[in-house]
T-cell receptor, first 115, second 111 residues
Framework: DTEVTQTPKHLVMGMTNKKSLKCEQH?????MYWYKQKAKKPPELMFV???????INESVPSRFSPECPNSSLLNLHLHALQPEDSALYLC??????????????FGAGSRLTVL | GEDVEQSLFLSVREGDSSVINCTYT??????LYWYKQEPGAGLQLLTY?????DMKQDQRLTVLLNKKDKHLSLRIADTQTGDSAIYFC???????????FGAGTTVTVRA
């Protein structure tokens, strides 16, 4: 298995909803990432987990709450989002768990629309 | 993305070679990467090069790295319609999980 699987592929939510994005990989990667990508822009790093512990939070608003329940799963919990949070959310993982050699495998993304 | 720069658009005829250029500023870069993104999809790692290498070839792809000028290029031989996509150059630096991405080059292959 050489894939990163993200669900759902599309999500539409209101500003008062609570929803979650899920990410799964079975490559034995011990670093997992959430990126946010707006249309026609490069991805922006949000969070990094290393060995299931949060290593990096790029000053992301608290309405985004990551969770790494085990080495294969990564969740992103969403609450009270704003329309400007609409974007493609990409999960990634990497085999090399030390920084600086980040050959990332990306999922196909979850496209989020906030109404 | 301001540390990594790419031209925004490239149009190429089917069967010709494409060359996508990228410049970066951090001389301590460890790896440099090329990712491809097709419409509505995630990023696909095409190839990467370690910073002490000058060139890497993988089938139709050739990566050239000029470390002195901090210039990276990706050559795609015999470009096909399936190569139409956005190509992102990225760099990583020691002790940092972050990848610095360029703005992406939109490659359009015309018949």
């Amino acid at each position: 298995d050489t894939e990163v699987t993200q669900t759902p592929k599309h999500l539409v939510m209101g500003m008062t909803n609570k929803k979650s994005l899920k990410c799964e990989q079975h490559m034995g990667h011990r670093a997992m990432y959430w990126y946010k990508q707006k249309a026609k822009k490069p991805p922006e790093l949000m969070f990094v987990y290393s060995y299931e512990k949060l290593s990096i939070n790029e000053s992301v608003p608290s309405r985004f709450s990551p969770e790494c329940p085990n080495s294969s799963l990564l969740n992103l919990h969403l609450h009270a989002l704003q329309p400007e949070d609409s974007a493609l959310y990409l999960c990634a993982s990497s085999q090399v768990e030390y920084p600086g050699a980040n050959v990332l495998t990306f999922g196909a993304g979850s496209r989020l629309t906030v109404l | 993305g301001e540390d990594v720069e790419q031209s925004l658009f490239l149009s190429v005829r089917e069967g010709d070679s494409s060359v996508i250029n990228c410049t970066y500023t951090d001389s301590s870069s460890t790896y440099l990467y090329w990712y491809k993104q097709e419409p509505g999809a995630g990023l696909q790692l095409l190839t990467y090069i370690f910073s002490n290498m000058d060139m890497k070839q993988d089938q139709r792809l050739t990566v050239l790295l000029n470390k002195k000028d901090k210039h990276l290029s990706l050559r795609i031989a015999d470009t096909q319609t399936g190569d139409s996509a956005i190509y992102f150059c990225a760099e990583s630096i020691p002790n940092d999980y972050k990848l610095s991405f360029g703005a992406g080059t939109t490659v359009t292959v015309r018949a």
